[in-house]
Nanobody, 119 residues
Framework: VQLQASGGGLVQAGGSLRLSCTAS????????MNWYRQTPGNQREWVAS???????SYSDSVKGRFTISRDDAANTMYLQMSSLQREDTAVYYC??????????????WGQGTQVTVSS
C-alpha cells in the first residue's frame, strides 16, 4: 500500500486548504491514520490522528482550526485547515499505522505536500 498526499499550496494567512491522503489500494483493515508536519531543521511534528473506530485527536497548536476526517469508500483521509497562520507553513505528511490490504499489513508514510502561508 502507498499513500499519496496532495492539496498543499500557497495561501494567505486566515485562509483555508484541504489536504488529502489517498491509499493506492483498498484497505480492509487499518488502525489509525495521522497527519504530521515538518519545517526545515526541525523534527516531524504530529498534527492530528483518526482511528478506525473514529476517535480523533489534535495537537494543541491546531485544535479548533484543523479537522481530520476520512472517506473509507474513497480510501482517503483529509485534513481541513482553516484560519491558517504563518506558523502552519510546513511540509505535511500522512502516516498510516497498521494498514492492511488482503493479507498484507504495513505502516506507511506518504510523500509530503508543501503548505505555505503568507502574511
Amino acid at each position: 500500500v502507498q499513500l499519496q498526499a496532495s492539496g498543499g499550496g500557497l495561501v494567505q494567512a486566515g485562509g483555508s486548504l484541504r489536504l488529502s491522503c489517498t491509499a493506492s489500494r483498498r484497505m480492509f483493515r487499518w488502525q489509525y491514520m495521522n497527519w504530521y508536519r515538518q519545517t526545515p531543521g526541525n523534527q516531524r511534528e504530529w498534527v492530528a490522528s483518526i482511528t478506525s473506530g473514529g476517535m480523533i485527536s489534535y495537537s494543541d497548536s491546531v485544535k479548533g482550526r484543523f479537522t481530520i476526517s476520512r472517506d473509507d469508500a474513497a480510501n482517503t483521509m483529509y485534513l481541513q485547515m482553516s484560519s491558517l497562520q504563518r506558523e502552519d507553513t510546513a511540509v505535511y505528511y500522512c502516516f498510516g499505522f497498521g494498514l492492511c490490504s488482503g493479507s498484507e499489513c504495513s505502516d506507511v508514510w506518504g510523500q509530503g505536500t508543501q503548505v505555505t502561508v503568507s502574511s
